[in-house]
């Protein structure tokens, strides 16, 4: 007898049952996609925060600004941690790695 599925109410919930339940290949994609937006975010934000442009930011970790533009980009897939590590340093972060579990569906 095939299981009954309860209804979604949200709009994510919706989404999340069409296109990534029982897929796992989409959702190691979705969590890939989420980490490289949060990295992209953090670094504008942080950017941002210090007053700096991209152009004044590149040029305290040694780079150009097309490299901060490419890092601040959501669909970046190439940050480097030697990358994050000089650009933490020109704005007084430290770079912190967690290993967090990973959340199963049922």
């Known amino acids: 007898m095939p299981k009954k599925s309860i209804p979604a109410t949200g709009a ?11 897929r796992p290949s989409r959702l190691k994609n979705l ?24 152009t004044q930011l590149a040029k ?7 490299v901060i533009c490419r ?4 669909d970046y897939e190439g940050h480097s941690l030697a990358m994050l590590r000089r650009i933490g340093g020109a704005l007084h972060q ?5 290993f967090v579990p990973v959340r199963r569906s049922a």
């Open 12 to 22: 994510v919930e919706i989404l999340h049952r069409r296109f990534y339940e029982g």
């Open 71 to 74: 890092l601040e980009d959501a």
């Open 60 to 66: 305290l970790v040694g780079t150009t600004a097309s």
């Open 31 to 54: 969590e890939e996609a989420r980490g490289n937006e949060e990295i992209a975010r953090k670094i504008r934000d942080l950017r941002t925060a210090a007053g700096l442009t991209q």
């Open 94 to 98: 430290r770079v912190e790695i967690r």
